[in-house]
């Protein structure tokens, strides 16, 4: 059981972030984590230690999002297939080792964003707050809201980048 | 980069508006024919959603950090620093791979949680003064109105829980107990006081020797850790069944029942119960209560942020949570308003005072609260009074809550919330607070006024105790 837990805790984030990024609510994507972690418990016993980890747990994670997408018939369209399912699993599984490092300079690269950009990111990271709602706050149009995350989240993941590649050559950003 | 700068058909611009759940069905096709149609996009997908799942989580962890720094900082702007550092998502990580460790299912599911609805759980905790359970995740779960399964270990201090069937039960550490239905209750070990303060309620405790169900009373219950029970009758009457009788037992009267079921009497059981039973009184002594020690007790100066400079007010509030509103309040014409708006964990309005040396002292705190039918409570959300205990560095090392105003209450309607606890050794200023158990839903509120706190001399040796 120790092996498990040791092995969760490089898969989490990725598994975290598959469902997030296919369960748009953040509570339901956090009650869904919540399940796989205990299915992964219960189904410990079946794990074959010779095979990835990542990838299995992967596998329980596309289920339980399958499932989910079951109980949401009435709204269809915010649903993944099985077939890309497994597509992004398969991509989300490549990412596992280096998720350590991309929230780290996801850490710095937050610190140097300020103002309006930090605040409507706030709104809708911390408070789940959607466009609509952000957009009359701020005082802006939704359209301007969609706008400033995308903007904000190319700025970041450029960042991001930037950093890793200088953390491979050896130098800081 | 402005919207016209936007080229709809970036892939990017595509995946962004996913996250945020704004496509339309249109859209969300495309976006999985593109992804099904191009690796490329699966990989670009997959880094955007690593970063979309990691910005929630900073966000959530940098605000359990700043609660945690401005609580160390001192108590003038602290929030409560402990259970929110429970309930960051990080918390959820180590909560999750604690439970794979040691292969307790209950601890993942003690992770943060934005619930659904749920069936509502056979007992909730209703008060408790200093206690420490065995789980962490334990005390999580509870405080946020759920109910772990199986056995609950409460390693020191006092626990109150209100079953489902009407009934309370006060539980002091250590103690080993489970919740077994509605209006059962398992005590492997420990010392248990039943309350049925209607004519509807019941209760049985079952122990290793014995089950004993009120009949309308106060009563205790002692497991010993050779398994041996002592049955005390406070109030009223019981009944116990045990290996080899059955009986009626009246106020005054107590039995010893071994392990294998054999009782005899033991009077001598009475006075330690008598003590526990007033650990959790229902409500106050009133002639307890001195001054009050609250700065605008009322609650008419607007709450502001803690972690803001300005001083216009002596209630902090979690930012964005609480606000002044004009309108019906239990004395004056404003009352101060707490909303859940998502928040997984416990907005909250709170004051610090100091007090200097109060060790021995009665702590009382009460306050009024109600929920307006225009946004009234959801299910199993429910308001909580909590006094904390702050040493000379400001910081919190003891408490002691009490929930109440639960959903099922009347709306529009004020009821008062009330704790009082022993200041440990140490406590040189109270932290009075009022919090909404939100439990991540969107809607429900709480408005709240005319708040007490106070500290007075106990009274005598059967007084209020902590331990």
Redesign the interface.
């Known amino acids: 059981?120790?092996l498990?837990?040791r092995l969760?805790?490089q898969a989490?984030?990725?598994v975290?972030?598959?469902i997030?990024?296919t369960v748009?609510?953040?509570?339901?994507a956090?009650?869904l984590?919540?399940h796989v972690?205990?299915t992964?418990?219960?189904k410990?016993c079946e794990y074959d230690p010779q095979r990835p980890f990542v990838p299995w747990a992967m596998g329980i994670a596309r289920y339980r999002i399958l499932q989910y997408f079951e109980h949401q018939r009435a709204d269809r369209?915010?649903g993944?297939?099985d077939?890309?399912l497994a597509?992004?699993a398969?991509?989300?599984a490549?990412?596992a080792e280096e998720?350590s490092a991309?929230?780290a300079a996801?850490?710095q690269c937050?610190g140097q964003l300020q103002g309006k950009s930090h605040r409507v990111?706030?709104m809708?990271?911390?408070?789940?707050h959607?466009?609509g709602w952000i957009a009359e706050k701020m005082g802006m149009?939704p359209?301007?809201v969609?706008?400033m995350?995308?903007?904000v989240?190319?700025i970041?993941?450029d960042c991001?980048e930037r950093r890793l590649a200088a953390q491979t050559q050896g130098g800081e950003p | 980069?402005?919207?016209t700068d936007?080229n709809p058909q970036d892939f990017?611009?595509l995946v962004?508006?996913?996250?945020?759940?704004?496509?339309s069905?249109d859209e969300?096709?495309e976006l999985?024919v593109r992804?099904?149609g191009d690796?490329a996009c699966?990989?670009q997908?997959?880094?955007?959603?690593?970063?979309?799942?990691?910005?929630?989580?900073?966000?959530?962890s940098?605000?359990a950090r700043e609660s945690m720094t401005a609580d160390a900082a001192g108590g003038t702007t602290g929030q409560t620093a402990l259970p929110k550092a429970r309930m960051i998502?990080a918390g959820?990580?180590v909560a999750?791979?604690?439970?794979?460790?040691?292969?307790i299912?209950v601890s993942?599911?003690l992770?943060?949680?934005?619930?659904?609805a749920t069936a509502p759980p056979l007992a909730v905790l209703n008060a408790e003064i200093a206690t420490q359970w065995s789980d962490p995740n334990v005390e999580l779960l509870l405080r946020r109105g759920d109910l772990p399964s199986g056995p609950l270990r409460l390693e020191s201090g006092v626990a109150e829980f209100a079953f489902a069937g009407g009934a309370t039960a006060v539980i002091e550490g250590p103690a080993v107990i489970e919740p077994l239905t509605r209006d059962r209750l398992s005590v492997a070990s420990g010392r248990v006081i039943g309350r049925c303060s209607t004519k509807q309620a019941r209760l049985t405790i079952v122990t290793p020797g014995a089950e004993v169900t009120d009949l309308g009373t106060e009563f205790g219950v002692a497991v010993g850790d050779d398994r041996h029970t002592q049955v005390a009758v406070i109030q009223g009457e019981v009944e116990f069944v045990a290996a080899d009788q059955s009986r009626r037992m009246k106020a005054g009267e107590a039995v010893a029942i071994d392990a294998r079921g054999r009782a005899e009497q033991a009077a001598y059981v009475i006075q330690d119960f008598s003590k526990l039973a007033r650990l959790m009184p229902g409500f106050t002594e009133p002639e307890l209560a001195d001054a009050n020690l609250l700065a605008d007790p009322e609650m008419t100066l607007a709450p502001v942020f803690y972690g803001a400079a300005e001083r216009s007010s002596p209630w902090r509030s979690t930012a964005?949570h609480v606000d002044l509103v004009s309108g019906p309040a239990h004395s004056g014409s404003v009352a101060v308003r707490i909303r859940a708006?998502?928040n997984?964990m416990w907005p909250l309005v709170w004051q610090d005072v100091r007090t200097g040396p109060i060790a021995g002292q009665v702590a009382v705190a009460s306050v009024w609260a109600m929920q307006p039918s225009q946004d009234p409570l959801t299910a199993r959300q429910n308001a909580i009074v909590k006094i904390m205990f702050l040493d000379a560095a400001g910081r919190e090392f003891a408490g002691a809550e009490r929930h109440f105003l639960r959903a099922e209450a009347p709306k529009n309607h004020w009821v008062r919330g009330q704790i009082a606890a022993l200041a440990p050794p140490g406590t040189m200023a109270l932290r009075f607070q009022v919090l909404l158990n939100a439990r991540?839903q969107k809607s429900g509120s709480l408005l709240v006024n005319d708040a007490v706190l106070s500290i007075a001399k106990p009274k005598g040796p059967d007084a209020l105790k902590m331990k």
């Open positions: 059981m120790r498990i837990a969760w805790t989490q984030p990725v975290s972030a598959l997030s990024s748009i609510d953040f509570h339901d956090e009650d984590l919540g972690a205990e992964v418990v219960t410990a369209h915010v993944f297939d077939e890309t597509l992004l398969e991509a989300h490549e990412m998720a991309r929230l996801l850490r937050l990111l706030e809708r990271y911390l408070h789940d959607r466009s149009t359209g301007a969609w706008t995350l995308h903007r989240r190319k970041l993941a991001i | 980069m402005s919207e936007i990017q611009w962004s508006r996913h996250f945020d759940g704004e496509l069905p969300s096709t999985e992804l099904k690796r699966v990989r997908f997959a880094r955007a959603s690593l970063l979309h799942d990691q910005l929630r989580t900073m966000f959530l940098n605000l998502r959820k990580i999750t791979v604690a439970a794979l460790a040691i292969g299912l993942v599911n992770t943060l949680r934005s619930t659904a964005g708006l998502g997984p991540g």
